[in-house]
Protein backbone atom coordinates (compact mmCIF):
# COMPACT_ATOMS: atom_id res chain seq x y z
CA UNK A 1 0.00 0.00 0.00
CA UNK A 2 1.86 3.49 -1.22
CA UNK A 3 1.85 6.48 0.68
CA UNK A 4 3.28 9.02 3.01
CA UNK A 5 3.29 7.74 6.96
CA UNK A 6 3.80 10.32 9.61
CA UNK A 7 2.99 9.51 13.29
CA UNK A 8 2.56 10.38 15.57
CA UNK A 9 -1.16 11.77 14.61
CA UNK A 10 -1.20 14.11 17.64
CA UNK A 11 1.60 15.00 19.81
CA UNK A 12 2.04 16.98 23.03
CA UNK A 13 4.91 17.92 24.34
CA UNK A 14 6.40 20.33 27.24
CA UNK A 15 7.91 23.85 26.33
CA UNK A 16 11.47 24.01 26.31
CA UNK A 17 11.90 20.28 24.78
CA UNK A 18 13.02 18.80 21.44
CA UNK A 19 10.72 16.88 19.29
CA UNK A 20 11.25 15.09 16.35
CA UNK A 21 7.91 14.14 13.86
CA UNK A 22 8.61 11.50 11.74
CA UNK A 23 7.84 11.07 7.92
CA UNK A 24 8.14 8.33 6.11
CA UNK A 25 7.04 7.41 1.87
CA UNK A 26 7.05 4.56 -0.08
CA UNK A 27 6.27 6.43 -3.37
CA UNK A 28 10.02 6.49 -4.59
CA UNK A 29 9.75 10.01 -4.56
CA UNK A 30 12.91 12.04 -4.82
CA UNK A 31 11.52 15.40 -3.40
CA UNK A 32 10.01 15.94 0.45
CA UNK A 33 8.68 18.74 1.89
CA UNK A 34 7.86 19.76 5.52
CA UNK A 35 4.86 22.56 6.27
CA UNK A 36 3.82 23.90 8.86
CA UNK A 37 -0.62 24.86 9.06
CA UNK A 38 -1.57 27.47 11.05
CA UNK A 39 -5.50 28.90 10.73
CA UNK A 40 -6.24 31.09 8.00
CA UNK A 41 -2.23 31.38 7.02
CA UNK A 42 -2.38 28.19 4.29
CA UNK A 43 0.53 26.43 4.45
CA UNK A 44 4.28 27.69 5.11
CA UNK A 45 7.40 25.91 4.17
CA UNK A 46 9.67 25.38 6.69
CA UNK A 47 12.37 22.76 4.56
CA UNK A 48 12.83 21.03 1.50
CA UNK A 49 15.19 18.02 0.46
CA UNK A 50 15.25 17.22 -3.55
CA UNK A 51 17.87 14.35 -2.56
CA UNK A 52 19.17 12.28 0.00
CA UNK A 53 22.17 14.48 1.87
CA UNK A 54 21.04 17.29 0.94
CA UNK A 55 18.51 19.96 1.79
CA UNK A 56 17.13 23.49 2.03
CA UNK A 57 15.76 25.81 4.11
CA UNK A 58 12.19 27.11 3.07
CA UNK A 59 10.35 30.44 4.39
CA UNK A 60 9.86 29.49 8.31
CA UNK A 61 12.97 27.41 8.65
CA UNK A 62 13.92 28.70 12.27
CA UNK A 63 13.86 26.95 14.92
CA UNK A 64 13.52 23.48 13.34
CA UNK A 65 16.21 20.93 11.89
CA UNK A 66 15.90 17.68 9.70
CA UNK A 67 17.67 15.36 8.07
CA UNK A 68 17.57 13.32 4.70
CA UNK A 69 20.00 10.01 5.40
CA UNK A 70 17.22 7.68 3.38
CA UNK A 71 15.11 8.44 0.46
CA UNK A 72 12.19 7.50 2.39
CA UNK A 73 12.46 9.35 5.46
CA UNK A 74 12.43 13.07 6.31
CA UNK A 75 12.40 13.63 10.12
CA UNK A 76 11.65 17.20 11.15
CA UNK A 77 12.85 18.11 15.04
CA UNK A 78 11.04 21.30 16.46
CA UNK A 79 13.94 22.62 18.50
CA UNK A 80 13.03 24.92 21.96
CA UNK A 81 13.97 27.78 20.08
CA UNK A 82 10.76 27.76 17.67
CA UNK A 83 8.72 30.35 19.80
CA UNK A 84 5.49 28.99 18.77
CA UNK A 85 5.56 25.70 18.02
CA UNK A 86 1.65 24.62 18.57
CA UNK A 87 0.67 23.70 14.56
CA UNK A 88 -0.16 20.91 12.20
CA UNK A 89 2.49 19.85 10.39
CA UNK A 90 2.36 18.40 7.29
CA UNK A 91 5.07 15.76 5.45
CA UNK A 92 4.72 15.71 1.46
CA UNK A 93 6.90 14.03 -1.22
CA UNK A 94 7.16 15.38 -4.69
CA UNK A 95 7.11 13.78 -8.09
CA UNK A 96 8.79 14.65 -11.46
CA UNK A 97 5.52 15.83 -12.85
CA UNK A 98 6.15 18.04 -9.74
CA UNK A 99 2.96 17.17 -8.09
CA UNK A 100 3.10 16.87 -4.69
CA UNK A 101 1.51 14.75 -2.17
CA UNK A 102 0.64 14.71 1.31
CA UNK A 103 0.68 12.76 4.64
CA UNK A 104 -2.28 13.10 7.40
CA UNK A 105 -0.29 15.30 9.79
CA UNK A 106 0.81 15.55 12.90
CA UNK A 107 -0.83 17.81 15.50
CA UNK A 108 1.86 19.14 17.90
CA UNK A 109 0.88 20.77 21.00
CA UNK A 110 3.46 22.77 23.26
CA UNK A 111 2.23 23.55 26.85
CA UNK B 1 7.63 36.75 -6.69
CA UNK B 2 5.38 34.83 -6.66
CA UNK B 3 2.26 34.82 -4.62
CA UNK B 4 -1.59 33.65 -4.07
CA UNK B 5 -4.87 35.77 -3.25
CA UNK B 6 -7.78 33.39 -2.71
CA UNK B 7 -10.68 35.56 -2.60
CA UNK B 8 -12.94 34.82 0.49
CA UNK B 9 -12.35 32.62 3.10
CA UNK B 10 -15.27 31.13 3.38
CA UNK B 11 -17.64 30.60 0.95
CA UNK B 12 -21.40 28.50 1.36
CA UNK B 13 -23.40 27.45 -1.00
CA UNK B 14 -27.07 25.14 -1.10
CA UNK B 15 -26.11 21.75 -2.05
CA UNK B 16 -27.08 21.46 -6.02
CA UNK B 17 -26.17 25.03 -6.54
CA UNK B 18 -22.75 26.32 -8.59
CA UNK B 19 -19.49 26.53 -6.45
CA UNK B 20 -17.04 29.35 -7.73
CA UNK B 21 -13.62 29.56 -5.87
CA UNK B 22 -11.50 32.25 -6.75
CA UNK B 23 -7.74 32.30 -7.59
CA UNK B 24 -5.88 35.06 -8.43
CA UNK B 25 -1.86 34.46 -8.68
CA UNK B 26 0.95 36.19 -9.05
CA UNK B 27 4.04 35.11 -11.04
CA UNK B 28 6.69 36.68 -13.73
CA UNK B 29 6.43 33.43 -16.06
CA UNK B 30 4.27 31.18 -16.99
CA UNK B 31 3.29 28.75 -13.69
CA UNK B 32 1.85 25.79 -12.90
CA UNK B 33 -0.78 26.33 -10.63
CA UNK B 34 -2.85 23.53 -8.58
CA UNK B 35 -5.79 23.31 -6.21
CA UNK B 36 -6.04 21.03 -2.95
CA UNK B 37 -8.62 19.71 -0.90
CA UNK B 38 -8.34 19.13 2.74
CA UNK B 39 -10.97 18.02 5.00
CA UNK B 40 -10.95 18.16 8.93
CA UNK B 41 -7.62 17.02 10.36
CA UNK B 42 -6.23 15.16 7.00
CA UNK B 43 -3.60 15.97 4.55
CA UNK B 44 -3.87 17.88 1.25
CA UNK B 45 -5.43 15.88 -1.69
CA UNK B 46 -4.56 17.25 -5.30
CA UNK B 47 -8.07 18.28 -7.05
CA UNK B 48 -6.20 19.30 -9.96
CA UNK B 49 -3.17 21.16 -11.93
CA UNK B 50 -2.04 23.37 -14.77
CA UNK B 51 0.82 22.80 -16.52
CA UNK B 52 0.43 25.04 -19.73
CA UNK B 53 -1.48 22.21 -22.08
CA UNK B 54 -4.84 23.08 -22.06
CA UNK B 55 -6.64 25.96 -20.16
CA UNK B 56 -9.49 24.10 -18.96
CA UNK B 57 -8.48 21.08 -16.46
CA UNK B 58 -10.83 18.51 -15.36
CA UNK B 59 -9.45 17.15 -11.63
CA UNK B 60 -11.38 14.70 -9.49
CA UNK B 61 -14.67 14.46 -7.66
CA UNK B 62 -16.19 16.61 -10.52
CA UNK B 63 -14.58 19.58 -10.49
CA UNK B 64 -12.88 21.82 -12.96
CA UNK B 65 -10.54 24.86 -13.70
CA UNK B 66 -10.05 27.49 -15.90
CA UNK B 67 -6.60 29.17 -16.68
CA UNK B 68 -6.90 32.81 -17.89
CA UNK B 69 -3.58 34.33 -17.89
CA UNK B 70 -4.91 37.73 -18.91
CA UNK B 71 -6.86 37.87 -15.48
CA UNK B 72 -4.49 35.99 -13.54
CA UNK B 73 -6.50 33.61 -12.31
CA UNK B 74 -7.35 30.25 -12.03
CA UNK B 75 -10.47 29.75 -10.50
CA UNK B 76 -12.17 26.37 -9.35
CA UNK B 77 -15.87 25.41 -10.01
CA UNK B 78 -18.30 22.62 -10.32
CA UNK B 79 -21.45 22.74 -11.77
CA UNK B 80 -23.56 21.37 -8.69
CA UNK B 81 -22.57 20.68 -4.83
CA UNK B 82 -22.49 18.05 -3.07
CA UNK B 83 -22.47 17.88 0.67
CA UNK B 84 -19.21 15.96 0.96
CA UNK B 85 -17.48 18.67 -0.82
CA UNK B 86 -17.24 20.78 2.25
CA UNK B 87 -13.99 21.12 3.08
CA UNK B 88 -11.05 23.76 2.80
CA UNK B 89 -9.57 24.40 -0.61
CA UNK B 90 -6.23 25.87 -0.92
CA UNK B 91 -4.80 27.36 -4.45
CA UNK B 92 -1.07 26.72 -5.39
CA UNK B 93 1.14 28.24 -7.66
CA UNK B 94 4.86 27.05 -8.62
CA UNK B 95 7.39 28.70 -11.10
CA UNK B 96 10.86 28.37 -12.68
CA UNK B 97 11.78 30.72 -9.73
CA UNK B 98 11.33 27.91 -7.62
CA UNK B 99 13.11 25.37 -9.91
CA UNK B 100 9.13 24.65 -9.86
CA UNK B 101 9.70 22.53 -7.05
CA UNK B 102 8.75 25.02 -4.20
CA UNK B 103 5.08 25.53 -4.22
CA UNK B 104 3.43 29.35 -2.66
CA UNK B 105 -0.55 28.96 -1.48
CA UNK B 106 -2.68 30.57 -0.79
CA UNK B 107 -4.83 31.57 2.54
CA UNK B 108 -7.45 29.13 1.82
CA UNK B 109 -11.24 28.74 1.15
CA UNK B 110 -13.76 27.06 3.29
CA UNK B 111 -16.44 25.61 1.57
CA UNK B 112 -19.96 24.99 3.03
CA UNK B 113 -22.80 23.14 2.04
CA UNK B 114 -26.02 23.00 3.24
CA UNK B 115 -29.27 21.27 2.06
Known amino acids: DGGITQSPKYLFRKEGQNVTLSCEQN?????MYWYRQDPGQGLRLIYY???????QKGDIAEGYSVSREKKESFPLTVTSAQKNPTAFYLC??????????FGPGTRLTVT | AQSVTQLGSHVSVSEGALVLLRCNYS??????LFWYVQYPNQGLQLLLKYTSAATLVKGINGFEAEFKKSETSFHLTKPSAHMSDAAEYFC?????????????FGAGTRLAVHP
Open chain 1, 92 to 101: ATGNSSYEQY
Open chain 2, 92 to 104: AVSSPEGGYNKLI
Open chain 1, 49 to 55: SQIVNDF
Open chain 2, 27 to 32: SSVPPY
Open chain 1, 27 to 31: LNHDA
